[in-house]
């Protein structure tokens, strides 16, 4: 199958503001969006599908620390690019300043990244409970020691961080972490504008953006969180003075945003606006690239393509019984069969496709390990709690 670099319709040429190039150490993004990690969602098949849409940094979903220093079979698979990623970018998960470190070396010492990012935003239980991910900042210590480690280790590789405001709005962590990080020498920091104990709910505090950008002034700002349109991102920039912006939930079953937002920062008001038979190419496309990535396994990759079915044909009429059958696909050839049976002539639904997708979940306390916030360092009793933090299967 043939995709075009541009395979949806668009309407609109009019012009705006052409906005400045984004560089991350030695990387130099003419348009500067970032694929945020997703986990089971942002790998090789989902970053070269974006890419086929528009211009950007496209990072990995995030991989643990520890079981990338053991070689584990699915830490490799992860860390795979395709020869078409040009800049290949991966997030490393870790809460040891010394497993963190041996993995950017790993990942330099083999030349497996051109760009290296670590996660200090992750919101999940499994993973705060046991003082990783967003948990983390709250002990300054520990993450100045990280994120010293591995700018070194990283050496001209640029390394970057992504964290949240903080554990909740009693303890908020960013502007400190920022500092610490800025003095380290990452190449720059993005910040998702919510709190652990916000998870996805609510709207993203962007004034926090535009904080932390008036605060870190040496390395480029990345905002974070409610983008679902190019106009939201042109939002974002103008209001918080970002140097960029990192898109998370807004492309679920919308890769065709990169698109969008190619457009947007090179000046121009396009936007895609795909008809039905427009999505069911994109949709076979991501099975197959899954496919390609698994391997060749059909029914693997049909069982994950199966989480994007309500994403893609979010606003659109397809019947209860098709969505279904397309939700319990078993290969490729069934696939072919199901999307052939859509109306490829239904015209874009408009505002019933756009908007908010993906679980946003609902404010609560975050899970902690015991006497966590008693204080900003690292007391031994923790120590133990942080190596269950990182194992292999604790990542997200």
Partial sequence: MTILSAPVAHSGSATRRVSAPLTIGGIELAVPVV???????????????????????????????????????????LIRHHESETTRSIQLYGVDPKTVAEAVTMLVAEDRADHIDLNF?????KVTRKGGGA???WKIGLFRDIVEGAVKAAGSIPLTVKMRKGIDS????????????????????????????????????WSAIATLKN????VPILGNGDIWSAD????????????????????????????DLSAAFSGETRKAEPGLGEVAVAFRRHAELLTEFFDGDEDRA???????????????????????????????????????????????????AEGQRGRAGSPKSPALPERWLESRELQETHRAELTEAELSTSGG
């Avoid at 935003?121 to 239980?125: F, K, L, N, S, T």
């Fill in 121 to 125: 935003g992750c919101p999940v239980p």
């Fill in 232 to 259: 939201d991102a042109l939002r974002m920039v103008a209001e918080t003075g970002c140097d960029g912006v990192v898109v998370g939930r807004g492309c679920l079953g919308r890769p065709w945003l990169f698109g």
């Fill in 302 to 352: 049909c069982r994950d393509i199966r989480k994007h079915v309500a994403w893609y044909f979010k606003g659109y009429a397809v019947g209860g019984e098709l969505r279904a059958s397309l939700a319990t696909v078993k290969d490729l050839a069934q696939l072919g069969e199901l999307l052939d049976q859509l109306d490829h002539e239904q015209p874009y639904p408009g505002a019933d």
């Fill in 35 to 77: 694929l945020a990690p997703m986990a089971g969602i942002t790998n090789t098949a989902f970053r070269r599908l974006c890419r086929e849409y528009g211009a950007g940094l496209y990072v990995s979903e995030m991989i643990t620390s520890r079981a990338l220093v053991e070689r584990t079979p699915e830490s490799m698979r």
């Fill in 135 to 137: 948990a983390l900042p």
């Fill in 170 to 205: 009693d303890h908020l962590t960013y502007l400190e972490a920022g500092r610490v990080a800025q003095g380290a020498g990452v190449a720059s920091i993005a910040l998702h504008a919510r709190t652990a104990a916000e998870f996805y709910s609510g709207t993203a505090d």
């Fill in 215 to 218: 605060t870190v002034t040496d």
